[in-house]
């Protein structure tokens, strides 16, 4: 269950819709998609008991982003009706990805006024599952005592854009960054970090910016004296290939959170030398400045850093991450 599926591709159905295609090749599960931001909202819950009742699934795995079930993020119908679905029937599993827990926000965002009832949102819908997955271990700290260890798995994300068995060396690709993601990181990367992301392109004798996302407000055709070729939306296949080929890929997110970041993990799988770049300071978290990605205008051994990235990302890929949903949906 997810509030959109692809196309066009986001961060939560493209990961859903990938590992869906996994649990049925290697384990034989197979995966009704519902997409419950798609009725009207006076209808999610009636229409999300109407496809249970249709597919009988002998388990619900919950992809939770509270905001795209909710516009405040405060989903309650999506917890009343999982609630009545497992009480329906024995044996009823319920697994939840918490991509999201809750948000924070200034007392003039109403993001601090519904706090609270976010909280206790995410905390009765892990009481309510059988088994949690999510990518930080600052989500479990924030679901609290609801996110018991037994059964509870921190793991980071998995490329949506594939897994290439063997990656080139850097020296063998071209000379390209690409910047790859939503119209909101990416217009970050031109606008407030664009000195970084010209320090990065100088660092790494970059020739040309891949530009691959949907359409921005204001199309770039350069950045820092670098010619920007625009490839828009490009299928996972095209997206994947186009990474194997380029020797850097620019991230504009916060380090700490890299781990939840499919755009990071895309890079990693590829072999790309991933450059990360935030407008203030940030501790690292599970990886590293200069170990894990370069930091724009940084030096070091570029190989180097590629490919622990790349090791990294190949403790939690697609294929390990499969085996362990599979414990959890069918134990």
């Known amino acids: 269950m997810v509030p959109h599926m692809p196309p066009p591709a986001e961060g939560v159905g493209s990961y859903a819709q990938e590992l869906g295609r996994a649990l049925a090749e290697r384990r034989g599960i197979e995966t009704v998609f519902h997409a419950a931001a798609?009725?009207?909202?006076?209808?999610?819950?009636?229409?999300?008991?109407?496809?249970?009742?249709?597919?009988?699934?002998?388990a619900v795995l919950l992809h939770y982003a509270n905001y795209g079930y909710q516009r405040r993020g405060c989903p309650f119908w999506l917890l009343r009706a999982l609630?009545?679905?497992?009480?329906?029937?024995?044996?009823?599993?319920?697994v939840t990805v918490f991509h999201e827990v809750y948000a924070t926000g200034p007392p003039?965002?109403?993001?601090?006024?519904?706090?609270?009832?976010?909280?206790?949102i995410a905390a009765g819908t892990a009481r309510a599952?059988?088994?949690?997955?999510?990518?930080?271990?600052?989500?479990?700290?924030?679901?609290?005592?609801?996110?018991?260890?037994?059964?509870?798995?921190?793991?980071?994300?998995?490329?949506?854009?594939?897994?290439?068995a063997a990656v080139p060396s850097l020296a063998a690709r071209?000379?390209?960054?690409?910047?790859?993601?939503?119209?909101?990181?990416?217009?970050?990367?031109?606008?407030?970090?664009?000195?970084?992301?010209?320090?990065?392109?100088?660092?790494l004798g970059v020739h040309e910016i891949a530009d691959v996302g949907p359409p921005l407000d204001t199309p770039r055709d350069?950045?820092?004296?670098?010619?920007?070729?625009?490839?828009?939306?490009?299928?996972?296949?095209?997206?994947?290939?186009?990474?194997?080929?380029?020797?850097?890929?620019?991230?504009?997110?916060?380090?700490?959170?890299?781990?939840?970041?499919?755009?990071?993990?895309a890079y990693c799988a590829h072999g790309v030398l991933p450059v990360c770049a935030w407008p203030r300071p940030v501790p690292d978290g599970e990886v590293a400045a200069g170990r894990h990605?370069?930091?724009?205008?940084?030096?070091?051994?570029?190989?180097?850093?590629?490919?622990?990235a790349r090791a990294w990302y190949d403790s939690h890929s697609l294929s390990r991450q499969t085996e362990l949903f599979h414990r959890f949906l069918a134990p």
């Open 38 to 58: 798609v009725p009207p909202p006076r209808r999610r819950a009636a229409a999300l008991e109407e496809a249970l009742a249709r597919a009988e699934p002998a």
């Open 83 to 94: 609630r009545r679905w497992r009480r329906g029937g024995p044996g009823r599993r319920l």
């Open 108 to 120: 003039w965002r109403s993001s601090f006024w519904t706090q609270p009832l976010q909280k206790g």
């Open 129 to 164: 599952s059988d088994a949690l997955v999510t990518s930080l271990d600052l989500w479990v700290h924030r679901i609290g005592s609801a996110a018991a260890p037994e059964k509870t798995a921190v793991t980071p994300v998995f490329s949506t854009v594939g897994e290439p």
């Open 174 to 203: 071209a000379p390209r960054l690409v910047l790859f993601g939503g119209r909101g990181a990416r217009g970050r990367a031109y606008g407030e970090l664009g000195d970084a992301l010209s320090a990065a392109c100088r660092a």
């Open 222 to 265: 350069e950045a820092g004296g670098v010619p920007v070729r625009r490839f828009g939306v490009l299928p996972a296949a095209e997206a994947g290939a186009l990474l194997l080929e380029s020797r850097a890929g620019f991230v504009a997110y916060p380090p700490f959170f890299l781990p939840k970041s499919t755009i990071f993990a």
């Open 293 to 308: 990605y370069l930091c724009p205008g940084g030096d070091g051994d570029f190989q180097a850093i590629a490919s622990a």
